[in-house]
């Protein structure tokens, strides 16, 4: 069936668009689309050129900015007025980055400490969310140049490790590019999406994800059930990746052609040359055991063997990162059943080798690294469309979501417009004295009344070992995952009794139904806040009646004569009360039977009368 997007603030249908997922890369960013006839993500890219775009930002004398290739032939000639890895400052102040600030050829503004860090360029200052914003807008354009069509919605990865203030700077940055920001999602994630990974099973799954890219190194360890990706651990190195490749084969080169550091300080062009030729050799070397060129006149020949074995210490620190990464994850390195590749090192067999060696299992390299992660985000952009059948995804649910508890009332536990995946536990107790079921009845809408609202699916739990009512502890857990599914799971904790059921919560409804219900709430707010109100009293009284009957047939003989006749008059007068329509009567005389039982319950300690009258019921099973 077909997903139906409902604007939940005008109940109206959303319009179809196109969603481009986005990876926002510290040294690459792309653009990729589920393509509508294929169904397959693919990157976008123009002609036979490069769908990589290089995150440098290049300001002329005038305060222009480009963006990409053209950018980062600036790089080494113009470093004042390049700005490249604008991600590691995303959500930064001065002190968070002073340790590594020679990094930067660029002039990043230290002023206030703490305040979030500004770059200066010529006499205007940018933030990092500005300058990300540039590279977002040159995405958006090409993006709108191949498609042919507006583009406003996304979906941007970011690390697993960004925290929220550099999630939220992520955000900022779309939206000043012009693009609504539907979701930010984790690199790790989306580079499982690519590969199908979570998608369609149910089964927890554990994968490592290794990422190497140009700057940095990132693992991480994700746990998947029921579509929803949990980030177990991540390790990593943010300032290690493929440069560094590129640093120690010009240091070689430099070797070879008895350079000194000044001499190669003062020389721009023979920098910019040496740092192209390095990266030229180690590319090369990915698909060939050799390399050989010449350069200014010389001859230059590097095998591969040799190549390796002038990298194994990054390889090695790599792979000790994946060690912590894993025990920080409390797992071991049998339990991870898949190793997904992500960013442009990765291409370097050796890599692969040491990777799939250290994790002892055929590592999942079949899609280009470089790509994988923005294909993952499109995945997740056609999800949020809905134009996956396959799956029933609503960004947030548009009904809230419970059960019943005693009296008929609605219990919800997922509130409408609640984030997906989401999950919620809450628990719940026993009526009856060796009550051995619970029913789980499992409703949407917004009434107080399940009546009111809309029923999804209804189980029991059987087999709950004979207790005194109040003490067993169930806990219902509610998971709406990733693709709208809800899970409803019962356990009765101190037994471990088990039992789930899954449903779709949206199935069969139109929006107009959604609408129906929403407004349903509103017009009948009033009624339901008395009714539940009404309700509650009545349960909570008819419950104190229970436990003191209960009491009494095991305690009288404790009780004064005075003590005796007080009580049946209380009970009787509340039993009166909760036969009429006054929540406030009752509350009355509930307050006077406790006032009349306090003294003798607690001369008489009974915990499982204080426990029982703590917490919410649901009626035994029918
Ligand atoms: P990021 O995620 O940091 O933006 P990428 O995933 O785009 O980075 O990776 C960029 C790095 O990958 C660069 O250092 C680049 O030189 C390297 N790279 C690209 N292709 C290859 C290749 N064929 N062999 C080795 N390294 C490569
Ligand atoms: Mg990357």
Known sequence: MAKIAINIATGSLQQAEMIVGIDLGTTNSLVAIIHPESKQPVALKEHDSSSLVPSVVHFDSLGNATVGETAKQYLVSDPANTIFSAKRLMGKSYNDIKQNANFFTYKVIDDDTESLVKVQVGDKFYSPIELSSFILKELKQRAEHILKTPVTKAVITVPAYFNDAQRQATRD????????????????????????????TADASTIAVYDLGGGTFDVSILNIENGVFEVLSTNGDTYLGGDDVDRLLVHHFMEQFELSDTELAGDKMLTQELRLLAEACKKALSSNT????????????????????????????????????????????????????????????????????????????????????????????????????????????????GIETMGGLMDVLIPRNSKIPTKVGRQYTTSKDGQSGMRISVYQGERDMVKDNRKLAEFNLTGIPAMPAGLPKVEVCFLVNADGILVVTAKELRSGVEQSIEVKPQYGLTDADVEQMLLDSITHAKDDMQLRALVEARTEGEQLLG????????????????????????????????????????????????????????????????VAMKGKTIEEEL
Do not use: W
């Open 547 to 610: 436990q003191t009957e209960k009491f009494l047939s095991k305690h009288a003989n404790a009780l004064t004569q005075d003590e005796l006749l007080n009580t049946a008059a209380a009970m009787q007068a509340l039993q009166l009360a909760i036969t009429m329509d006054d929540k406030d009567l009752i509350h009355q005389k509930i307050e006077q039977l406790n006032e009349i039982s306090r003294p003798y319950a607690e001369r008489v300690m009974d915990t499982a009368i204080a």
């Open 173 to 200: 940055a779309g939206k000043l590019a012009g693009l609504d920001v539907l979701r930010i999602v984790n690199e790790p994630t989306a580079a499982s999406l690519a590969y199908g990974l979570g998608t369609n």
């Open 290 to 401: 050799v390399f050989e060129t010449t350069f200014r006149g010389e001859s230059i020949r590097v095998e591969r063997s040799f190549f390796e074995q002038l990298i194994q210490p990054i390889i090695d620190k790599t792979l000790a990162c994946c060690k912590q990464a894993i025990a920080d994850a409390g797992i071991t390195i049998a339990a991870i059943e898949h190793v997904v590749m992500v960013g442009g090192s990765t291409r370097i067999p050796a890599i692969k080798a040491a990777v799939s060696n250290f994790f002892q299992k055929p590592v999942n390299d079949t899609v280009n690294p470089d790509e994988v992660v923005a294909l993952g985000a499109a995945v997740q952009a056609d999800i949020l469309a809905g134009n996956n059948k396959d799956f029933l995804l609503l960004d947030i649910t548009p009904l809230s979501l």
